[in-house]
T-cell receptor
Framework: DGGITQSPKYLFRKEGQNVTLSCEQN?????MYWYRQDPGQGLRLIYY???????QKGDIAEGYSVSREKKESFPLTVTSAQKNPTAFYLC????????????????FGDGTRLSIL | SQQGEEDPQALSIQEGENATMNCSYK?????LQWYRQNSGRGLVHLIL?????REKHSGRLRVTLDTSKKSSSLLITASRAADTASYFC???????????FGTGTRLTVIP
């Protein structure tokens, strides 16, 4: 079955540590997205990528980094510069039509919950 | 913020009743999408309505869009306990390459 796989489901970060969240899709989608979800708030966009080897900052990119070396994979690194990393992180993908992915439905993984030790 | 705002924040109804959720937004849109999220899971796309459409149906879901009022509503008819979830609207705004999500409505359907 096609879909998006996020791992791990739960992750704990120590002070000063960088951690990487995995996101893999086999939907053959060109666009991939990372969102952060805090309680009582909607999803906020961290980074997105519409094509391999290219990505754009979203609304809250500070303290995060990404790479897009393969179409199927879009890992997110939460760096030590992100002082409040505790949140639910969601990865999504979509096709790109007319040069844009935002006019298409997004398919989501089941998230990674990150906490600070 | 370009985020949409859902109203109400929380809604509790009996099974079999209809549930209506509203979404307001601030800027011109190309389309508006509704998503569902079960607790601790990812979002699932429900329906997309384009800016030139006024109403769309999918099974027990009915979505309306009023671009003059910058608002949309999601109606779930004959609700079931399994409809219990959070529902989010997301807007594809002119000039942007990403969706802007609202803060969500938490729906509880009591059996």
């Amino acid at each position: 079955d096609g879909g998006i796989t996020q791992s791990p489901k739960y992750l704990f970060r120590k002070e000063g540590q960088n951690v990487t969240l995995s996101c893999e899709q086999n939907l053959n989608h060109d666009a991939m997205y990372w969102y952060r979800q805090d309680p009582g708030q909607g999803l906020r966009l961290i980074y997105y990528s519409q094509i391999v080897n290219d990505f754009q900052k979203g609304d809250i990119a500070e303290g995060y980094s990404v790479s897009r070396e393969k179409k199927e994979s879009f890992p997110l690194t939460v760096t030590s510069a992100q002082k409040n990393p505790t949140a639910f992180y969601l990865c999504a993908s979509s096709i790109v039509r007319g040069g844009r992915g935002s006019n298409q439905p997004q398919h989501f993984g089941d998230g990674t919950r990150l906490s600070i030790l | 913020s370009q985020q949409g705002e859902e109203d109400p924040q929380a809604l509790s109804i009996q099974e079999g009743e209809n549930a209506t959720m509203n979404c307001s937004y601030k800027t011109s849109i190309n389309n508006l999408q509704w998503y569902r999220q079960n607790s601790g899971r990812g979002l699932v796309h429900l329906i997309l309505i384009r800016s030139n459409e006024r109403e769309k149906h999918s099974g027990r879901l009915r979505v309306t869009l009023d671009t003059s009022k910058k608002s949309s509503s999601l109606l779930i008819t004959a609700s079931r306990a399994a409809d219990t979830a959070s529902y989010f609207c997301a807007t594809d705004t002119t000039g942007a390459n990403n969706l802007f999500f609202g803060t969500g409505t938490r729906l509880t359907v009591i059996p």
